[in-house]
């Protein structure tokens, strides 16, 4: 019977273990501001905070002035938002 309950538990461990592990990969999304001015996309210093936005993450570029934004790689976000109050 104690033999049983060994395995039980470790089973229940490994399940347990292997959930927290799966749950880790899923990063919370956040909200990426750009300030690069004109730049390219992946260049991690033109967001706030710094880091290439991913596809968790809400995309601001709405500062004003007039700037270009390249998109210089495949970029998958979970939305995006565009438009200052001045500017082109």
Not at 51 to 60: F, N, Q
């Amino acid at each position: 019977m104690e033999r049983c309950h060994f395995f039980y538990r470790i089973r229940v461990a490994f399940f347990l273990s292997l959930l927290i592990l799966l749950a880790g990969n899923h990063a919370i999304a956040g909200t990426v501001s750009w300030v690069g001015g004109t730049g390219n996309w992946n260049t991690p210093t033109n967001w706030d905070p710094a880091g290439v936005p991913g596809p968790g993450d809400g995309v601001l570029i709405t500062e004003d002035g007039t700037y270009t934004v390249t998109l210089d790689v495949d970029a998958i976000v979970a939305s995006l938002t565009l438009g200052g109050s001045t500017g082109t």
